[in-house]
């Protein structure tokens, strides 16, 4: 039966893309814009993100730049901000890309955030944990700026990769905890008067 059917895939395949026309590119102009609109994705990783200068964010997005994120939307300043607080806690950062795909004016990259966290920012203290983290981005590009985007990515595996290099420091912490709420509790126990029974 699996022989039969290998065969007549074999048989049929062939004279179905032969009779199904392929699309080809509507034309030429329409290629060499999504063709500038790959090269303006590429100077986010490699400017921004790679190479640190925040300064080229006002020639890359548009004014009105709006990131729709999963619960809210950001504007170009919150975007930034928090590329700025990335960079900052990963100074090693580096995004690479891979398949990167332009339809109309849209662009969407396959990338891979690796960074190691060996700077305290803020409340997040240097853990030395290497991160890695794989999403996409798709970006709305027009006159030469990005004007939208869209981006997802498991923030929860972030999460779970600093907390398993630090499992044993956590541990750690936890059983200190116990042993100080142990102590704690015999103390506040032996101050307590006792209850004799009547």
């Known amino acids: 039966m699996k022989r039969a059917l290998a065969f007549m895939l074999l048989i049929i395949a062939p004279a179905w893309t032969a009779a199904v026309p392929t699309q080809t590119s509507s034309s030429p102009g329409a290629s060499s814009q999504q063709e500038q609109n790959k090269a303006v994705a590429r100077r986010v990783f490699e400017e ?92 709305r590009i027009t006159d030469g700026r990005i004007r939208e985007e869209w981006t997802v990515f498991n923030e929860a595996s972030v999460l779970r990769e600093v907390l398993y290099q630090l499992r044993w420091q956590l541990l750690c912490i936890i059983c200190v905890a116990l042993i100080l709420f142990w102590i704690a509790a015999r103390f506040v126990r032996r101050l307590l008067p006792r209850r004799r029974p009547t």
Not at 110 to 133: D, H, Y
């Open 48 to 139: 921004i993100f790679n190479q640190g200068k925040f300064q080229v964010a006002d020639q890359i997005y548009a004014p009105g730049f709006v990131n729709h994120g999963l619960h809210r939307d950001a504007s170009l300043a919150e975007d930034q901000a928090a590329v700025h607080f990335e960079k900052q806690a990963c100074p090693d950062l580096e995004i690479t890309f891979g398949p990167m795909v332009a339809e109309g004016d849209l662009v969407s990259v396959l990338w891979i955030f690796r960074g190691t966290n060996t700077a305290r920012v803020g409340w997040l203290p240097a853990t030395g944990a290497k991160i890695e983290v794989k999403g996409i981005t798709i970006w």
